[in-house]
């Protein structure tokens, strides 16, 4: 039997085009980590794989609820609080950290093509999730309304958990955003007055008010706050905290949009105490 040195050769030649391309990828990612400290790339680990329709197309859609230490854990809650928070007005008033990937092409157990998206959350919030099923239908709710805000979704509420599957396709990674400090101005000098209140007053409003989104600008009453020097204030792509030392003011809110906290700009008046932090927000 002869064989086709030319077959080889190029096959020989792919292999190793393939294995310089991983060298590349994996080279780029590690630069990447270099370059934006505020970003990780995070290889999540197989939760659970819920299967979905869209509406009103009807196709099936697959979420992979993954998780990963790498994100952060929610606020505590027990089970009382959450039935409280579920049968409230605004259940909206409770965020669970997630990273939301892309959607991803897979081919379900009847060899037809859907649609599968990664959603990662706490590794210890999941767990928790698995050992209570009111906090396993709590995280697959907030997974489809995050999608739904991100891609412009509607996605049917009527779900199924996998039982002999935790993932379908293959775990990618994902790139994560960590938290950045805008820097805090100071305007003008004031005299130092006392505040107990330990929740500070705080509004926020839409920029346009109709249409797209394209700013959100906080403002934040901090009376007693004579300088910005005792500010701390962390940004995250959905969530502010403000703490105002020693132990003045403290909150911690959650956004209604995704932000560019890098490209955000927060100034003290310490003329009016107010805190006013102007941040762009992310299209869709």
């Known amino acids: 039997m002869t064989t086709d040195s030319s077959l080889l050769n190029s096959e020989l030649e792919l292999q190793q085009e393939e294995e310089l391309y991983?060298?590349?990828?994996?080279?780029?990612m590690g630069k990447m980590q270099?370059?934006?400290?505020?970003?990780?790339?995070?290889?999540?680990?197989?939760?659970?794989?819920?299967?979905?329709?869209?509406?009103?197309s009807k196709q099936k859609v697959f979420i992979n609820i993954c998780q990963s230490n790498s994100v952060p854990l929610p606020p505590e809650i027990s089970r009382e609080e959450l039935v409280q928070l579920l049968q409230s007005e605004d259940p909206s008033?409770?965020?669970?950290?997630?990273s939301i990937g892309e959607p991803h092409t897979e081919i379900d157990n009847n060899s037809q093509g859907c649609t599968a998206y990664d959603v990662v959350v706490n590794q210890e919030f999941f767990?928790?999730?698995?050992?209570?099923?009111?906090?396993?239908?709590?995280?697959?709710l907030v997974s489809l309304e995050g999608l739904e805000n991100k891609h412009n979704?509607?996605?049917?509420?009527?779900w199924k958990v996998l039982k002999n599957r935790k993932f379908l396709g293959s775990v990618s990674e994902q790139n994560i955003r960590t938290k950045s400090r805008p820097v805090i101005q100071e305007l003008q000098p004031q005299e130092n007055l006392t505040e107990k209140d330990k929740r500070p007053e705080f509004t926020l409003l839409v920029e346009p008010p109709a249409g797209d989104p394209e700013y959100l600008i906080a403002e934040i009453k901090l009376p007693?706050?004579?300088?910005?020097r005792s500010l701390l204030l962390d940004l995250g792509e959905d969530r502010l905290v403000l703490t105002a030392r020693p132990s003045l003011f403290f909150?911690?809110?959650?956004?209604?949009?995704?932000?560019?906290?890098?490209?955000?700009v927060a100034q003290y008046n310490s003329s009016t105490q107010i805190l006013k932090v102007t941040v762009p927000v992310v299209s869709s």
């Open 22 to 28: 991983q060298q590349m990828l994996l080279q780029t």
């Open 34 to 56: 270099t370059d934006n400290p505020d970003s990780k790339v995070i290889r999540p680990q197989p939760g659970m794989c819920v299967k979905t329709l869209s509406e009103p």
């Open 93 to 98: 008033g409770y965020r669970v950290p997630m």
């Open 127 to 140: 767990h928790k999730c698995q050992e209570d099923p009111l906090f396993q239908q709590f995280i697959i």
């Open 153 to 158: 979704l509607e996605l049917s509420r009527d």
């Open 224 to 228: 007693g706050v004579s300088s910005s």
């Open 251 to 264: 909150l911690d809110v959650f956004l209604p949009f995704t932000v560019d906290q890098e490209n955000s």
